[in-house]
T-cell receptor, first 111, second 113 residues
Framework: RKEVEQDPGPFNVPEGATVAFNCTYS??????FFWYRQDCRKEPKLLMSVYSSGNEDGRFTAQLNRASQYISLLIRDSKLSDSATYLC????????????FGSGTRLQVQP | DADVTQTPRNRITKTGKRIMLECSQTKGHDRMYWYRQDPGLGLRLIYYSFDVKDINKGEISDGYSVSRQAQAKFSLSLESAIPNQTALYFC????????????FGPGTRLLVL
């Protein structure tokens, strides 16, 4: 079982739609969670951290469910520029000084 | 100018050849990382370095070696390239105080024939 699992998609949605992605992680000791965005053939960039109480950044909302070991990303009012691959990223506990990346969920926003 | 640069950006090589990928950063970060990305597998950590004298293996270090020549430079070598090392390679950096936020270079596309 992969440590971080995501639906690869693609999710094809019209402009203005609301879309949500989930990601599950296997290590219950995981402490930190992030969403990174990766445009085609480009480097990943941090989109947002995910906090236990949930957090928003403009049209983006991230939530964490520790009991079920999943995190989610909700995008409201989708824009064409939101088309990208969204990577779920987990830092698994103390002593492990590195991040584990999911394989990503591809989003295509259509006009 | 980019904060994290990688050279070369694209490389085609033959099986058995030695190849070096280089990474430089101007962010002043202590920590540097090498990842490879394959379709459907996400990014996987090859090696990481906390400072010039502290280098650690990641989850897929076999077939690779690294050198941290200076705080700003971290090189990845394939001593004898094989076709399944064909991938997109990323270098990344982070601060010691928040290693969770990583800044990536633009990537190197490597094709091993």
């Amino acid at each position: 079982r992969k440590e971080v699992e995501q639906d690869p998609g693609p999710f094809n949605v019209p402009e203005g739609a609301t879309v949500a992605f989930n990601c599950t992680y296997s290590n219950s000791a995981s402490q930190s969670f992030f969403w990174y965005r990766q445009d085609c053939r480009k480097e990943p960039k941090l989109l947002m951290s995910v906090y236990s109480s949930g957090n928003e950044d403009g049209r983006f909302t991230a939530q964490l469910n520790r009991a079920s070991q999943y995190i989610s990303l909700l995008i409201r009012d989708s824009k064409l520029s939101d088309s990208a691959t969204y990577l779920c990223v987990v830092n698994s506990g103390t002593g492990r000084r590195a991040l584990t990346f999911g394989s990503g969920t591809r989003l295509q926003v259509q006009p | 100018d980019a904060d994290v640069t990688q050279t070369p950006r694209n490389r085609i090589t033959k099986t058995g050849k030695r190849i070096m990928l280089e990474c430089s950063q101007t962010k002043g970060h202590d920590r540097m990382y090498w990842y490879r990305q394959d379709p459907g597998l996400g990014l996987r950590l090859i090696y990481y370095s906390f400072d010039v004298k502290d280098i650690n293996k990641g989850e897929i270090s076999d077939g690779y070696s690294v050198s941290r020549q200076a705080q700003a430079k971290f090189s990845l070598s394939l001593e004898s390239a094989i076709p399944n090392q064909t991938a997109l390679y990323f270098c990344a950096t982070s601060e010691s105080r928040d290693y969770r936020l990583q800044y990536f270079g633009p990537g190197t596309r490597l094709l091993v024939l």
